[in-house]
Structure formats: C-alpha cells, structure tokens
C-alpha cells in the first residue's frame, strides 16, 4: 500500500534536544558555563526565575528517555555535548565523568537502533573562556579545536553524524546584538567579529574531522526566509539585506565557502567588516560542509525602512529594514510566532537551485505552547495542533522531495518538554510532558500519531 506521503526509504524520523536544556547542570561533574553564570547572577532574567539547574534529568533518565523514543519509531536522534562538562574550564584535562555519560547515552541509542547525531556547540560557552572575551577573543577558536578533536577521539568510532554549531547566529544576536544572551552587550562591531570567530572555529573543526575520522559533518542553521513586503525595489533590497545577515552570513560560508559579495561590499562601506588573518579566506574554501541541518520555526517578513539609514545611532543591521506584519498571517496563538509552512519548502528549492542541492534535513520544527496543561485530558495532552502543525510542514517537505531537493529526515523540536534558556518552561514543545516535580514522562497524542508516521514512512491524508 503506497500512501499519499510516503517519505524515501531510511528516512530520518527523530527529535533534537540539547545537554544544557535537558542533563541538568547539578549533575555529575561539571563545569559552570555562561548559563549557569547569568542565572547566578541574574535570576530575574529567567522566566519564573527557573535556570538550568531544573531540567528533565536526562543525566540520569536517559535510559527510559531512549526506550520511549524507541517506542516512537525513532532511528535517529540529536543531542550535544556540553563543553564545560567534558572539558571543565574549556582547555585541558578531559572528564572522566563525563566521558562515562556521553559513552552510556551514545551506547544506548546504538543499542536501541537510534543513530546519535552529535553537536558540538549549543550556545553554551565555558564560562572561563567567556572571562577571556568569548567569541570575541580568537584565542578561544583554539580551544574549540582541541575540544572538537577529544570529541571525535573519544565518540567518533560510533558517531558518524556530526554538527559544529547549533543555530551560530543565535549567541551574535543574543548576547551581542538584542540582549537575550549573556554577556549581554549590544555592539554590531563585535557582533559581526563574534560571528566570523564563529565560522573560523566552525572551518576548523571540518577541517580537523575529516583529516582525522571517516563520518560526516555539517552545521545547524535556523533559516528564516526573508519575505518582501511588496515587490518594489525598496523592499526587494530591504529582505535582501536582511536575508544576508540572518540567513547568508553563516550559509554561504559554510556551504560555498566563501561570504556573499553584497554582505562584504555593504559591510566595508559602513566600516563594519570584522579582523581577519592570513590563511582565513583558503580555509573557509577547502573546509565546506558534508550536510546541513535546517531548524526552521517562522519566516521573515521584512520592508524597507522609512529613512534609510538611519545616521543617528551606532551600526544596527536593523538600519536596513523593517519587520513587517502581514495581514491575515497564521499565528501559532500559544507561543506567537508566525506558523508558515510552505517556508519549509522555499528553503529547500533554494537550496536545490543555489546551494549545489547539499544534503540537508529539518533539525528543527515545532510547535511551542504555553500553559499546555490546559489541553490535558485524562492524564494525556491532546495536542491536535501539533500534530496539525508537523503534517502540514511534512507535506511541504515531501513536496520538496518530489522536485528533487535532497532531503534525508525531519527531526522535531524536541523529544520532551525541557527548560529553553531565558524562557525556561515558558513553552512546551515535546512529544512527552515531564511533570518536573516526580520527572514522570507522559507520551502526548503527537507521540503516538509520529510513532504511526514514522514506523509506515509517511502517511495518508
Ligand atoms: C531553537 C533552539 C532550541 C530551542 C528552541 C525553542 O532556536 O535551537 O534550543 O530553544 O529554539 O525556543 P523557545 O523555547 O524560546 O521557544
């Protein structure tokens, strides 16, 4: 029986997740990063001053989290390791705690037929590397390196699939640009250097990987396509600028090898572009990417500014182009993003058509919610917008598939519900509730309905 959806054999049905958001920072041996740091110093920065410390305790459930992903027909899945657990401090000695815990979880999901997708980086910078500038400082893009190499020493004989970098334009725009990351400083010249730091260390590492090991290795990307207001010239070049920013700085370098022109061209007029060293342009170009992971959540719908630019005020990319809000545009009413699914299907032609079709998949999607215990019913949440929301993005994504664009699987934000950073619980994303007080999992009726989906590799509708 063929099915209207039917994905390509050996597709990848999964979930992500991320150490910080879900092993929880008290356990086991480990050391501080910018997380642990920013909630001891500012807990009011959190929602309902809840920070990492409080998470679903993959740390010491992961065990009965793997046999429930098992039973929903996963055969792949994402998580990261945590800097500062295997290498306290950032630099030097490795872990042995750490390497225990990475070993039995990667162990597990090979025993329960799950390929571990690993990532390295997932915005959480060792604190005492933060002390020394971060990303700023290029001293660090070393210590990335040789943290990089005890990874792929350590867990590369069984892990074949890995990431440099979780969504990288995250931590430029959080603790450089707007505020909602530590160190909580807003300057778009360090912005843009924190950036290119970013994409060195990044070059570095594939270079590093595939001298040494035989898998492959990609990068996360959040794509946020830029939508132009109307299709006059001023607001085609308004998304065409934001588009460089958001999307293309960290795209094309990772999949080209090279930075857009237009991104170099209008980052030299303004005086913006960031420090570089010999050597940097060649290893950008030989260091491109196996495959690549797309997070997508919204797009971008962007129009041009009334004054542009604005003289007053430092550098901003925002001086180029202001957010639009589209009439009549679907809204996720629980979380208030944009939901816009054929988004999805627009990042992978784009890919197709100018990024050589590289092998990509959806690292990403999903649907957060706030208060979702209002959906429960006898002991279990009816999330049929969910499960609305995933099938509609999927049927986009088979469609892009049908055109020939080269896609591998579909991974949901997330496997459980777990702490986000600021946002802490503020929204539910997972296919199981946690009740944080007993740490009991509840499957919600997504589960069950992705178990179907991905045990007949699509579905009928
Ligand atoms: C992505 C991150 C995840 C997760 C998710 C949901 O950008 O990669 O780590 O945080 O967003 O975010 P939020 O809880 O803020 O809705």
């Known amino acids: 029986m063929t099915l209207n959806y039917q994905f390509p054999k050996n597709f990848w049905w999964g979930s992500a997740a991320s150490a910080t958001q879900t092993e929880g920072s008290n356990n086991g041996v480990k050391g501080k990063d910018i997380w642990d740091h920013w909630y001891a110093t500012e807990p009011n920065r959190f929602f309902e001053n809840v920070g990492p410390d409080t998470t679903s305790d993959f740390y010491n459930r992961y065990q009965e989290d793997i046999k429930n992903m098992k039973s929903i027909g996963h055969n792949t899945f994402r998580m990261s390791i945590s800097w500062a657990r295997l290498i306290p401090g950032g630099v030097g000695k490795v872990n042995d705690d750490a390497v225990i815990f990475y070993n039995n979880v990667i162990n597990e999901l090979i025993a329960n037929d799950i390929e571990p997708f690993v990532n390295l980086f997932h915005f959480d910078m060792p604190l005492e590397l933060q002390d020394q500038g971060g990303w700023e400082n290029r001293d660090v893009v070393e210590a990335y390196v040789n943290y990089a190499n005890e990874a792929f020493r350590l867990f590369g004989d069984r892990v074949k699939t890995w990431f440099t970098f979780n969504e990288p334009i995250v931590p430029v725009e959080g603790g450089y640009l707007y505020d909602f990351h530590y160190p909580n400083v807003v300057d778009a010249r360090k912005a843009i250097q924190v950036g290119y730091h970013t994409m060195i260390a990044h070059a570095k590492a594939v270079q590093a990987y595939h001298q040494t090991q035989d898998g492959k290795i990609g990068i996360v990307l959040n794509l946020t396509p830029s939508y132009p207001r109307s299709q006059n010239p001023a607001d085609l070049k308004a998304s065409h600028i934001c588009d460089l920013f958001f999307n293309r700085s960290f795209l094309d370098p990772a999949v080209k090898g090279e930075y ?123 999330d049929d917008y969910r499960i609305e929301f995933i099938k509609e993005h999927l049927k986009w994504l088979h469609k892009s598939i049908t055109e020939g664009c080269n896609v591998k699987g579909y991974h949901l934000w997330t ?8 946002n802490a619980y503020k929204n539910r994303y997972g296919f199981f509730s946690v009740n944080l007080a007993t740490q009991e999992r509840t499957a919600k009726k997504s589960a069950s309905w992705f178990a179907d989906v991905s045990k007949q590799n699509g579905f009928n509708d």
Do not use: C
């Open 415 to 422: 496997f459980m519900d777990n702490w986000s950073w600021s």
């Open 260 to 382: 857009p022109a237009d991104l170099i061209s209008l980052l030299e007029e303004y005086g913006h572009l960031p420090h570089t060293e010999e050597g940097d342009k060649e290893l950008l170009k030989e260091n491109t990417v196996d495959l690549l992971g797309v997070n997508y959540y919204q797009p971008r719908r962007v129009q041009a500014k009334a004054h542009l630019p604005n003289p007053y005020g430092p550098f901003m990319p925002d001086w180029f182009f202001d957010n639009y809000e589209m009439p009549g545009r679907k809204m996720n009413p629980y979380r208030g993003w944009e939901i816009y699914e054929k988004g999805i299907y627009d990042i992978m032609i784009n890919l197709k058509e100018n990024y050589g079709n590289i092998e990509s998949f959806i690292s990403e999607n999903g649907m957060g919610v706030q208060n979702e215990e209002r959906f429960l019913k006898d002991g279990r949440i009816e």
